[in-house]
Each structure stands twice: as C-alpha cells, then as structure tokens.
C-alpha cells in the first residue's frame, strides 16, 4: 500500500532554512503527482506546492521564490527546500501523492503523510 513519511521538521529562526523530506513507498514518485500542503492552528490545510510527473512544478503565492520542491526518484523521495522562512510559515506539513495520476491538481491528493511540524520564531 502506499505510505508517505515525513522527515526533517524542526524550529528555526525567522530567516533560516529548512529542508523537508517524504520518502515514498507503494507506488513510484516519477510516475505521478506530489505535493506539500500545510495547516496552522486554527486554519484550514491549505496547498504549497506541487510537481506533477514529468517534473512541472506549482506553488501557492505565498511561499513563491522562496519554496523549492524536488523529487529524487532513484530515492523514491520528495523534498521541500524552505528558505527566508517567516513567522507565518508555521504550521504542520503534510506530503500528499495521487497514486493514479502524473498531472496535479491541488484537490485531487487520494495519499496523505502523517505530517511535520514546522516552527518559525520571530
């Protein structure tokens, strides 16, 4: 079955780096779309970024520029490289995959993590 885990969730000062991971089994990254969402305490889950199959990538507005998402596919992983991170970038993160799908779409994740918890102090 498909599993989704996550790794590299941590506090960080307003301004540093963070780098999420989302090793991936059940199915192959390369062939299908994945995805980092996020939710803060008292806010809905709300999308970050996305990269289909053949390696398109979407982001929401408010991490543009300074989000990456990557995949490594010989790893089966997903990761999310967060730079300038800011106050308002804490929350849970979640990496999502839709197992029958290579392009996205942000309600179409059917896989979900277990979620990361990202703290950005001021």
């Known amino acids: 079955q498909v599993q989704l885990v996550e790794s590299g969730g941590g506090s960080v000062q307003a301004g540093g780096s963070l780098r999420l991971a989302c090793a991936a089994s059940g199915f192959a990254t390369k062939r299908h779309c994945m995805g980092w969402f996020r939710q803060a305490p008292g806010r809905e889950r709300e999308g970050v970024a996305m990269i289909e199959g053949f390696g398109r990538t979407i982001y929401a507005d408010s991490v543009k520029g300074r989000f990456t998402i990557s995949r490594d596919d010989a790893m089966n992983t997903l990761f999310l490289q967060m730079d300038s991170l800011k106050a308002e970038d804490t929350a849970m993160y979640y990496c999502?995959?839709?197992?029958?799908?290579?392009?996205?779409?942000?309600?179409?994740?059917?896989?979900w993590g277990q979620g990361i918890q990202i703290t950005v102090s001021s």
């Open positions: 999502a995959a839709n197992a029958g799908s290579w392009w996205c779409r942000w309600d179409l994740f059917d896989h």
